[in-house]
C-alpha cells in the first residue's frame, strides 16, 4: 500500500508568480485534504475535495484553488503570490470519516 | 471560534523520565480529538483518535487521554527517538469527513 506523495518536495517562486502543487493519494482513499503550515505554526486547513467536489473551505482567499482528478489524486494552485504565502504545504487523504494521513510536505519560498 | 491551545510550547526531558503534554480545547461540538507526531521538515504521523471524555489509547511509550476540555499525551520513560513535534487537533462537530483545527505542537527534547 503506497502512502500520501507530494510534488514538487520544494519549490521557490517570486511574488506575484502562481504555482501548482501535486498530491497522489494512498490507495484506497477517496477523500484529499490541504493544510497550509507556516514556521512554527500548527497546520491550517485551505480545503478539502471529496469525490472531485470541493467539501469544505478554510479562511484562505479565492487566489488558492484546487482540482481532485477521478483517480483521487489532487492539485493546489495559488495564483499571485504573496510573500506570507511561504509556507510548507501539506496534502492528507483519507476515508469518508477516517483519520488523515499526512504525506511529506511541498515546501514553498516565495521572494 | 473552535480553538486548540497546547502547552508547554517546548519541553526538555532526560531519556527515562516521563512527563505529559496538555492540549486544551474549545469547540462547539467535538467530534474527535486527534494527536500527530511531526519530525523536522516532514509531514504529521497520525498517532491516536479520542472520541469521547474518559477514553485513553496506548502505543508504545505513549498514552492519550481525553476529558471534556482538555486531552493529555503521557510519555513514559522516553527515549532520544521520541524528540519531535506533537500537534493536537480537533474536529468540530458537523458535515462529512474530518477538517482539522491544530495547535500549534509542543516541541519534545529527549536527552541521553
Known amino acids: 500500500e503506497t502512502g500520501v506523495t507530494q510534488s514538487p518536495t520544494h519549490l521557490i517562486k517570486t511574488r506575484g508568480q502562481q504555482v501548482t502543487l501535486r498530491c497522489s493519494s494512498q490507495s484506497g482513499h477517496n477523500t484529499v485534504s490541504w493544510y497550509q503550515q507556516a514556521l512554527g505554526q500548527g497546520p491550517q486547513f485551505i480545503f478539502q475535495y471529496y469525490r472531485e467536489e470541493e467539501n469544505g473551505r478554510g479562511n484562505f482567499p479565492p487566489r488558492f484553488s484546487g482540482l481532485q482528478f477521478p483517480n483521487y489524486s489532487s492539485e493546489l494552485n495559488v495564483n499571485a503570490l504573496e510573500l506570507d504565502d511561504s509556507a510548507l504545504y501539506l496534502c492528507a487523504s483519507s476515508h469518508v470519516t477516517g483519520e488523515l494521513f499526512f504525506g511529506e510536505g511541498s515546501r514553498l519560498t516565495v521572494l | 471560534e473552535d480553538q486548540v491551545t497546547q502547552s508547554p510550547e517546548a519541553l526538555r526531558l532526560q531519556e527515562g523520565e516521563s512527563s505529559s503534554l496538555n492540549c486544551s480545547y474549545t469547540?462547539?461540538?467535538?467530534?474527535?480529538l486527534f494527536w500527530y507526531r511531526q519530525d523536522p521538515g516532514k509531514g504529521p504521523e497520525f498517532l491516536f483518535t479520542l472520541y469521547s471524555a474518559g477514553e485513553e489509547k496506548e502505543k508504545e511509550r505513549l498514552k492519550a487521554t481525553l476529558t471534556k476540555k482538555e486531552s493529555f499525551l503521557h510519555i513514559t520513560a522516553p527515549k532520544p527517538e521520541d524528540s519531535a513535534t506533537y500537534l493536537c487537533?480537533?474536529?468540530?462537530?458537523?458535515?462529512?469527513?474530518?477538517?482539522?483545527?491544530f495547535g500549534k505542537g509542543t516541541l519534545l527534547t529527549v536527552n541521553p
Open positions: 487537533a480537533v474536529d468540530p462537530s458537523g458535515g462529512s469527513n474530518y477538517k482539522l483545527t
Open positions: 469547540v462547539s461540538g467535538l467530534r474527535g
